[in-house]
């Protein structure tokens, strides 16, 4: 089955980290940019991050600049975003996909992450 699958999410309190996965199956990521999207309830879906195919080029919404780190191990056919000095307004269900722009050809079914004392 071709998909997209995160993991990583959690409950974390303000000020700490985590670190999200985002695993293809049944096809290869090394030729695809791939973006971490997140929409929280009520709000508009925001890209977060977007990370080049080789990982040599990567971007960040100005909400989480200097915060979040977007990289890939193609080895490992698993693209990640670290995440530290968590906000309660980084709380969102976040989302992977393939490529960074529509259309999408692959897009993950998203983990929730709550950040809440």
């Known amino acids: 089955q071709l998909q997209l699958v995160e993991s990583g999410g959690g409950l974390v309190q303000p000020g700490g980290s985590l670190r999200l996965s985002c695993q293809a199956s049944?096809?290869?990521?090394?030729?695809?940019?791939i973006g971490w999207f997140r929409q929280a309830p009520g709000k508009e879906r925001e890209r977060v991050s977007c990370?080049?195919?080789?990982?040599?080029?990567?971007n960040y919404a100005d909400s989480v600049k200097g915060r979040f780190t977007i990289s890939r191990d193609n080895a490992k056919n698993t693209v990640y975003l670290q995440m530290n000095s968590l906000k309660p307004e980084d709380t969102a269900s976040y989302s992977c996909?393939?490529?960074?722009?529509?259309?999408?050809?692959?897009w993950g079914q998203g983990t929730q992450v709550t950040v809440s004392s």
């Open positions: 996909a393939a490529p960074c722009n529509w259309p999408y050809d692959y």
């Open positions: 049944g096809f290869t990521l090394d030729s695809y940019d």
């Open positions: 990370i080049s195919s080789s990982g040599g080029s990567t």
